[in-house]
């Protein structure tokens, strides 16, 4: 059974992995088909494999017009929560077990911007309980949510910025590895949230190098190269003297080698025993 290219444009990606296709013929199919034979349609579905999926993937949030569900959406006045809007269109989008345990949790704290401001640390305590869910299937929604709050909260979330990247990078990657909506949106995230505190992680590149070492230097490759695209854009805007940008290109470098493998020590009076035990031996053979 044919299907149609997956590169052809007007096709959009399903979430089972199908590029949802047009199924009308064309008019010289219908044209050629032969009288009282019955009319063949192309398939409605084509399958992308795993690779093709992760090499479409784009993470370039900073060259976009456009923004994804609830970061594009303007605020009606300045007490509109960007937070509370995503958190709503979510409710239709996501019908999970999963995210409506989060909802019903957390919307009692972020009807408002002054709400959220104030409830800051209990919605993100939230926020990280539910991404640490295991085999949760709301990520997409609550990875969404993390950078609209990040959009909301500036300044005020930096305090829980570690906490929020560490989760991302273990709790979602590392047990997402093999799914490429959760893996781009999880890096979707991390690329807002380094564009919203590029100021705050500018003055210490050398600290964020080392908590973001884990996917530098991750054992997949498609991992690794997210991981180098979203840093690339906090790399760039590094204004030192050459002595500065030359130690934190070098403390890049340090930390992306592989740890050395420990070579085994041998303990030198065991050896002499051993040796002695042996001369022994052969004293009373002979």
């Known amino acids: 059974m044919k299907g149609r290219p997956a590169s052809r444009e007007g096709d959009s990606i399903s979430s089972t992995g199908y590029i949802i296709a047009d199924t009308h013929s064309s008019d010289e199919e ?38 994804s569900v609830g970061l594009g959406d303007p605020a009606e006045d300045s007490n509109e929560s960007y937070f509370y809007n995503a958190l709503v269109q979510w409710k239709d989008l996501d019908l999970t077990a999963h995210f409506t345990d989060f909802r019903y949790e957390v919307i009692r704290y972020c009807r408002s911007l002054p709400q959220v401001l104030y409830h800051k640390d ?84 050398l600290q964020l190098f080392q908590w973001y070492k884990p996917l530098l230097g991750h054992r997949k490759d498609y991992v690794r190269h997210f991981a180098a695209e979203s840093l690339a854009f906090l790399v760039r805007k590094i204004e030192p003297s050459y002595e500065e940008l030359l130690a934190h290109y070098t403390a890049l470098l340090a930390l992306m080698q592989p740890e050395p493998t420990p070579t085994p020590q041998h303990n030198e009076e065991e050896d002499m025993e051993t040796g002695d035990g042996e001369d022994e031996e052969n004293d009373d053979g002979e």
């Open 30 to 67: 219908e044209e050629a088909a032969a009288p009282g034979t019955k009319r063949r349609f192309k398939s409605q579905y084509t399958f992308k494999g795993f690779h093709e999926r992760i090499s479409s993937l784009d993470i370039d949030i900073f060259h976009q017009v456009g923004t």
């Open 122 to 205: 209990k919605i993100v305590s939230i926020l990280l309980k539910h991404l640490r869910v295991e085999k949760s299937l709301a990520l997409q929604a609550l990875l969404n949510l993390t950078a609209v709050l990040a959009r909301d909260l500036r300044n005020e979330i930096y305090p829980s910025f570690h906490d929020i990247l560490i989760t991302i990078m273990g709790d979602v990657l590392d047990a997402n590895t093999d799914n490429p909506d959760v893996i781009e949106a999880a890096f979707t995230t991390i690329c807002y949230m380094f564009k919203f505190h590029q100021k705050q992680l500018l003055k210490d590149m």
